[in-house]
């Protein structure tokens, strides 16, 4: 790999040994990938070794927190000195939300290991936004910003919608990342990767989020890992149906890049997105199709008798804590269920302020921010079956929780909150 002599000299210790390990770190890493360079970043995202469940794992018995950083961010079993962060570095979810621990089943000494991580962090320079969805609070690329970022809900939102550049970075590359501001040039950062590579006609009227949903979902499992360029969208999707979109195809297939002909910036035209390509495979997509999806999110649910509802994954926006308090006002959960909205942080404040909290505690709900059921590993305890107005949720939920889930829309979540029982289905 070719590198600068500001490279060089970070890798020949110069600037310290936390430095000096992160450039071996992702040099080891690009040559891997067969990246003949790297490129500057001011952007990164990531996750500290510092954040549960490491810490959990860890304690401080083994050198505190700058050890945790050396083997979980550097690959590194010696223990170096963390200094602060070279560029503009955000915190992505967490594995707890430490203002609804109890609710989460989380021990008190966890709790406080947690907070402990946090202040480490923050006093390393690294912005704690602990959400999947930092673009809705602040971290908002620019189109061909290069960045570095982690969470595939993420990567895939701001390569498609945004059009900053990224691959799927991991914990390592991004701690690395953070202190040189520095990632391997390949993948989604070289313009001809990113040109369209399956062409997708839409059959049908894709409006709700859950639609946008179920069409992503169907997207991934087809296209995997290669670069859909969807064409006849009606009405443009706004930042939720877009967020669901990209994290259902992030997750039934490892798409990390999309365009919709005529709405996303890199796809001004059909002709715009595939550039010198020519579409390996050309489907359609219509209600045969989305009942597919539909089923296959469903695959896991048997039992209609609901007892726990997750909303917010991606990480709920106001917008959708919003239309979720219209459908939730003046109604009472059943006393058999339980019902957890995620959402980042500072979007929680907002809630506060404008009494969305209120309608949602007062129906018996809970909001919380910086984790979620899935990641966290956090569901009430007991639960057996859930419902999830997201199809990335429907998809993890039971594989990492052993329980049922089905998935609909907002609406039937909140019926199923108050009946205890699903009724939701599509026509
Ligand atoms: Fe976010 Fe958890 Fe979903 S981290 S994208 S809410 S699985």
Same mark, same amino acid.
């Given at each position: 790999?070719?590198?600068?002599?500001?490279?060089?000299?970070?890798?020949?210790?110069?600037?310290?040994?936390?430095?000096?390990?992160?450039?071996?770190?992702?040099?080891?890493?690009?040559?891997?990938?067969?990246?003949?360079?790297?490129?500057?970043?001011?952007?990164?995202?990531?996750?500290?070794?510092?954040?549960?469940?490491?810490?959990?794992?860890?304690?401080?018995?083994?050198?505190?927190?700058?050890?945790?950083?050396?083997?979980?961010?550097?690959?590194?079993?010696?223990?170096?000195?963390?200094?602060?962060?070279?560029?503009?570095?955000?915190?992505?979810?967490?594995?707890?939300?430490?203002?609804?621990?109890?609710?989460?089943?989380?021990?008190? +000494? =966890?709790?406080? *290991?947690? $907070?402990?991580?946090?202040?480490? /962090? @923050?006093?390393?320079?690294?912005?704690?936004?602990?959400?999947?969805?930092?673009?809705?609070?602040?971290?908002?690329?620019?189109?061909?910003?290069?960045?570095?970022?982690?969470?595939?809900?993420?990567?895939?939102?701001?390569?498609?919608?945004?059009?900053?550049?990224?691959?799927?970075?991991?914990?390592?590359?991004?701690?690395?990342?953070?202190?040189?501001?520095?990632?391997?040039?390949?993948?989604?950062?070289?313009?001809?990767?990113?040109?369209?590579?399956?062409?997708?006609?839409?059959?049908?009227?894709?409006?709700?989020?859950?639609?946008?949903?179920?069409?992503?979902?169907?997207?991934?499992?087809?296209?995997?890992?290669?670069?859909?360029?969807?064409?006849?969208?009606? +009405? =443009?999707?706004? *930042?939720? $149906?877009?967020?669901?979109?990209? /994290? @259902?195809?992030?997750?039934?297939?490892?798409?990390?890049?999309?365009?919709?002909?005529?709405?996303?910036?890199?796809?001004?035209?059909?002709?715009?997105?595939?550039?010198?390509?020519?579409?390996?495979?050309?489907?359609?997509?219509?209600?045969?199709?989305?009942?597919?999806?539909?089923?296959?999110?469903?695959?896991?649910?048997?039992?209609?008798?609901?007892?726990?509802?997750?909303?917010?994954?991606?990480?709920?926006?106001?917008?959708?804590?919003?239309?979720?308090?219209?459908?939730?006002?003046?109604?009472?959960?059943?006393?058999?269920?339980?019902?957890?909205?995620?959402?980042?942080?500072?979007?929680?404040?907002?809630?506060?302020?404008?009494?969305?909290?209120?309608?949602?505690?007062?129906?018996?709900?809970?909001?919380?921010?910086?984790?979620?059921? @899935?990641?966290?590993?956090?569901?009430?305890?007991?639960?057996?079956?859930?419902?999830?107005?997201?199809?990335?949720?429907?998809?993890?939920?039971?594989?990492?929780?052993?329980?049922?889930?089905?998935?609909?829309?907002?609406?039937?979540?909140?019926?199923?909150?108050?009946?205890?029982?699903?009724?939701?289905?599509?026509?």
């Amino acid at each position: 790999m070719k590198l600068t002599d500001q490279e060089q000299a970070m890798l020949d210790g110069r600037d310290g040994k936390a430095k000096q390990k992160a450039m071996d770190l992702l040099v080891r890493y690009g040559e891997a990938l067969g990246a003949e360079r790297l490129v500057d970043t001011r952007n990164v995202c990531g996750t500290l070794g510092a954040s549960t469940p490491f810490l959990r794992q860890y304690g401080q018995s083994r050198g505190g927190l700058d050890a945790v950083f050396s083997e979980f961010n550097l690959d590194s079993t010696e223990v170096v000195e963390i200094p602060k962060v070279a560029v503009f570095s955000s915190h992505l979810q967490h594995g707890i939300d430490p203002e609804h621990a109890e609710r989460q089943g989380v021990p008190v +000494e =966890v709790v406080k *290991l947690h $907070r402990k991580g946090e202040a480490w /962090a @923050a006093g390393l320079g690294v912005q704690l936004l602990n959400t999947c969805a930092p673009y809705t609070v602040g971290n908002v690329p620019t189109r061909g910003e290069h960045c570095a970022w982690m969470e595939s809900s993420a990567v895939i939102y701001i390569n498609s919608v945004l059009g900053a550049r990224t691959n799927a970075e991991g914990r390592e590359s991004t701690g690395s990342a953070m202190l040189t501001g520095k990632i391997p040039y390949w993948g989604y950062h070289i313009e001809e990767n990113r040109l369209g590579t399956h062409l997708v006609e839409l059959d049908l009227d894709v409006q709700s989020t859950a639609d946008w949903g179920l069409l992503g979902y169907y997207i991934g499992e087809v296209v995997q890992d290669r670069v859909p360029v969807v064409t006849g969208v009606r +009405e =443009v999707p706004n *930042l939720a $149906r877009l967020k669901h979109f990209g /994290a @259902a195809a992030a997750s039934s297939g490892g798409v990390e890049m999309y365009h919709l002909a005529g709405i996303t910036p890199e796809a001004p035209s059909l002709e715009a997105a595939f550039g010198k390509n020519r579409p390996v495979e050309k489907f359609r997509y219509g209600r045969a199709e989305r009942r597919i999806a539909y089923e296959a999110a469903n695959v896991t649910a048997k039992s209609p008798n609901v007892d726990f509802i997750m909303l917010g994954c991606p990480h709920y926006t106001i917008e959708q804590i919003w239309e979720l308090c219209k459908l939730l006002e003046g109604k009472k959960l059943s006393p058999n269920t339980e019902m957890w909205i995620f959402t980042p942080r500072q979007t929680k404040h907002l809630a506060d302020q404008n009494g969305y909290t209120k309608i949602i505690t007062d129906a018996g709900a809970h909001l919380m921010s910086d984790t979620c059921s @899935a990641m966290g590993r956090l569901i009430p305890k007991g639960a057996k079956v859930a419902a999830a107005d997201s199809v990335k949720q429907a998809h993890y939920l039971p594989a990492i929780m052993g329980i049922e889930c089905w998935f609909g829309t907002t609406a039937d979540c909140v019926d199923a909150a108050v009946s205890g029982r699903w009724s939701g289905g599509i026509d």
